[in-house]
Every structure is written in C-alpha cells, then in structure tokens.
C-alpha cells in the first residue's frame, strides 16, 4: 500500500487560473511513513509553495506552487536536505488539470458516440435489429457506450 503525506495550505481569496506549476523531486534517504511526513512538512516550509505530495513507494514529491509564488528549487532541496534527506529536481513543469479532465470526457464522448451510431445503423438500416444474436452483440455495446 502506498503512503503518501499531503497538506494543504488553506485557498487564499484571489482569482485561480486553471495553469500552475508544478515541481518534481526524487527523495533518497525515505524508509518510513514518518519519514515522508518529515520530508512534506520541509517542503511545505519553502515560501510560495501551495502543496507538498510525498510518495514513500516511489521516494518523489510533488510541489505545487502558488499561482503568484517565487518558485525556489535550490530552497525546495535545502529544506528536505536540513530535514535529513536527499533531493533531486526531475523536472518543472506546467500542470493543466482542467485539460486531463476535458481529455477524459472526450473519450468517453467519442465511445458513446460512435458505439451508438453503430447500434442505430445496425438495428435500423440493415434490419436486424430483431435478430438474437443482434440482440446480445447491441447489449455487449452498450455496456461499453
């Protein structure tokens, strides 16, 4: 079972834009629950980080930046390393949550789409939509769609 330490700081009152930048880390030094605690509450300590994520399984982290945050990597890698462990960048990056959320339903919007078009061409143009072995493929579909 993974453990992962998270805290979050409370929303502060400014307008959110859906792009913030996110920070990973790999962690060395990590044998214990309470050791990525230890590694969260560090990074949680740097100014203009939102949130810290520590992965014990995976020995990483992810911090999240405040949108209107100085973003300071060498302060990120001095907090873990005064808390006892190693810190590496593996790579800053811009994170767009809505977009993997959009991607998602359009997936599945493209699966109803076409799964049901298939159905109502089969079941209605070709007319065998009365057929039972129609009948167990249109339900296969449509537990799909």
Known sequence: MPVEATIELPEKQHA???LR????????????????RHVTEALQSVPGVRSATV????QQALVR???AGQHNLRALIQAVEKAGYGAKA???RA??????????????LWIGVLGTA???????????GLTPCFQW?????????
């Open 16 to 18: 959110h834009t859906p």
């Open 90 to 92: 593996l790579e800053a």
């Open 55 to 58: 992965d014990l399984e995976a």
């Open 118 to 128: 298939a159905l109502m061409v089969a079941g209605w143009a070709s007319g065998v």
């Open 21 to 36: 930048s996110v920070t990973d880390l790999a962690i060395s030094g990590m044998t214990c629950g309470n050791c990525a």
């Open 65 to 67: 930046w405040e949108e």
């Open 95 to 108: 994170h767009n949550h809505a977009e993997h959320r959009l991607a998602g339903w359009q997936i599945n």
């Open 137 to 145: 493929y249109s339900c296969l579909a449509a537990s799909f769609v």
